[in-house]
């Protein structure tokens, strides 16, 4: 038997990793539909709010929470990748390690 099949889970790998980075530099295309929302209804009151002369100071906070839970959300995902890819690579080698054992 050759190598374990994680070419696929390697790219969903290299994909989710450019995601968090993508967050913290405020980009909206990793984040979903909901936290899009989220993010523009913040982006629309506190613009609102800085043309009445206001404080932002809510809107901010929302916007960094949204950003913190994006954040968060990724990293679960690229944990659960590695994990995922580490099982395949021990189910793998314990296939081999049988094969071998058998003669």
Do not use: C, F
Request: no cysteine; hydrophobic share 35%; charged share 35%.
């Amino acid at each position: 038997m050759g190598k374990p099949g994680t070419r696929r889970i390697d790219r969903e790998i290299s994909k989710t990793t450019r995601k968090p980075e993508a967050v913290r530099k405020g980009e909206m295309w990793p984040l979903t539909s909901a936290e899009r929302r989220a993010v523009i209804g913040a982006l629309a009151g506190g613009s609102y709010r800085v043309l009445r002369g206001k404080s932002t100071g809510r809107e901010e906070n929302r916007l960094d929470s949204v950003a913190g839970s994006a954040e968060t959300r990724l990293t679960a995902e690229l944990t659960a990748l590695h994990m995922e890819r580490q099982r395949i690579v021990r189910e793998a080698a314990a296939i081999r390690a049988a094969k071998k054992s058998q003669g």
